[in-house]
């Protein structure tokens, strides 16, 4: 019996080496490689799918001006905001890969997704996790209709395989990629190397078929995707479902869009009858008391192709320890820290002795530069224990000299805030339109001096 032959493959970046080493010469992760049992190779799978409707013929070469450009085809998921963040609907052939913490509503999202693109087209949900009877009983639950859907029970790839191209169902979900294994590896499911070539034979086939298809992945401690980082090279969409188990919203974003714009927001509501898409998601984030509290300021923010209004809130309070807290819930920590030290160089304001806790209401993680100016308003509205205006609107970039940079799109967060009833704005002086806004007043600063005088008249 030949010996089985062995490698050493990096858990972050999937590289593979001949031998154990301390650190990845690839990435520079450390301690990250784990010995694996090698199967054959992708390029000795010479499975072309032929049987299937659609299947794509042998590669041909071509030169650029050749190649059609008309609009890849998509249809709607049934979700507007699903299809918002897959950039417009799904296109035929593309893989999607849905991480979220468990619990956070993929399943569900879904199985609701596949019962709607059933009525009209073959559709496969595979579930490797649950039985088929826990599958069913969450749709009946939910209230599906469940006449249409076609539903499997499967973890092995090639049989999976096998399945689908008797069925050729035009969409097809796998929950999730973690319990899927192919016979030729000789590693447990989960592993690197069975994630890694499971996915790559699944996406080869929907390539070549021109099916769409649905991962689902799980995630680790901090948030990221579970299993080799090259994982996240082979799919063409990758999205996440965040949501904290105290709410009863969801929202998705996508990380990786090869299709559509990334960074993109979609807002659900966890109810009875499963995941609701929201609309206008400005409207749940700016629930507020009828009494404004010193240190709470709205923002716009940008998210992917629309501004979204939220609500940050800070708390300044006498620190009884050396090193005073910094705590930042939906912002970057570092950027907090650098923020209080243009504060104190070009605003006059001192609180290098107070505790300082900044928090993005409706558990919105906030990544663009737009939200400091509100922050700090924010943080000098609590220190002063002074009250802002009720319909009072900040967003403006704040740089390391104490200027006030403009920020993209500043016409369209300007029309949002007074579409939801906001009277005056603090804005950068790029970002103020020429001709004003109806009903609203624009204040214009260039430095953080000119914008705290503006807190201070009113």
Not at 78 to 84: A, L, P, Q, S, Y
Request: charged residues 20%.
């Amino acid at each position: 019996m030949a010996k089985a032959k062995s490698a050493f493959v990096c858990n972050e970046c999937g590289a593979d080496f001949t031998k154990w080493q301390g650190q990845c010469s690839e990435c520079g992760a450390w301690n990250s490689l784990s010995e694996v049992r090698l199967g054959p190779t992708p390029s000795q799978r010479t499975e072309k799918f032929s049987g299937y409707a659609g299947a794509a013929g042998a590669a041909q070469v071509q030169t650029l001006a050749e190649i059609d450009l008309q609009t890849l085809p998509r249809f709607s998921s049934g979700t507007g905001e699903f299809d918002r963040v897959l950039g417009g609907g799904l296109v035929p052939g593309s893989v999607v890969l849905v991480g979220g913490n468990p619990g956070a509503g993929k399943s569900t999202l879904l199985l609701q997704t596949m019962c709607y693109l059933a009525r009209d087209m073959e559709a496969l949900y595979c579930t490797g996790e649950e039985s088929l009877q826990q599958v069913a009983m969450r749709a009946k639950r939910l209230g599906l209709p469940t006449d249409k859907l076609k539903m499997l029970s499967e973890t092995s790839v090639e049989s999976l395989v096998a399945i689908v191209q008797q069925i050729q169902p035009k969409v097809m979900v796998v929950d999730s990629i973690q319990v899927m294994h192919m016979a030729d590896i000789q590693s447990a499911p989960g592993s690197v190397s069975q994630v890694r070539e499971s996915a790559a034979y699944l996406t080869r086939f929907a390539k070549q078929t021109g099916t769409v298809l649905i991962l689902v992945g799980h995630v680790t401690k901090d948030g990221s995707l579970a299993g080799p980082k090259v994982l996240e090279h082979m799919i063409d969409c990758s999205i996440l479902l965040d949501g904290s188990h105290d709410s009863r919203f969801r929202t998705l974003r996508g990380n990786k869009n090869r299709f559509g714009a990334v960074n993109e927001l979609g807002v659900f509501a966890m109810t009875e009858q499963g995941l609701r898409e929201v609309n206008n998601p400005s409207a749940i984030f700016l629930q507020r008391a009828d009494e404004i509290a010193a240190g709470s300021v709205v923002m716009v923010v940008w998210e992917g192709t629309r501004p979204l209004l939220v609500e940050i809130q800070a708390l300044v309070d006498d620190s009884n320890q050396g090193h005073p807290k910094r705590v930042a819930v939906g912002l970057d920590h570092n950027r907090l820290n650098m923020l209080l030290a243009v504060l104190h160089r070009h605003g006059g304001l001192f609180i290098g002795d107070q505790d300082v806790f900044i928090n993005v209401v409706g558990g919105v993680r906030v990544g663009e530069t737009s939200a400091d100016l509100a922050l700090l308003l924010a943080v000098v509205s609590s220190f002063r224990d002074r009250p802002l205006g009720h319909d009072l609107m900040v967003f403006g970039e704040v740089g390391l000299s104490g200027e006030i940079r403009p920020v993209p799109s500043g016409q369209e967060r300007l029309r949002e805030a007074s579409k939801h009833g906001f009277k005056k704005a603090i804005v950068p002086a790029g970002n103020a339109p020429k001709g004003g806004v109806a009903g609203m007043e624009v204040v214009a600063v260039k430095t953080l001096q000119e914008a705290l005088a503006a807190i201070d008249q009113g």
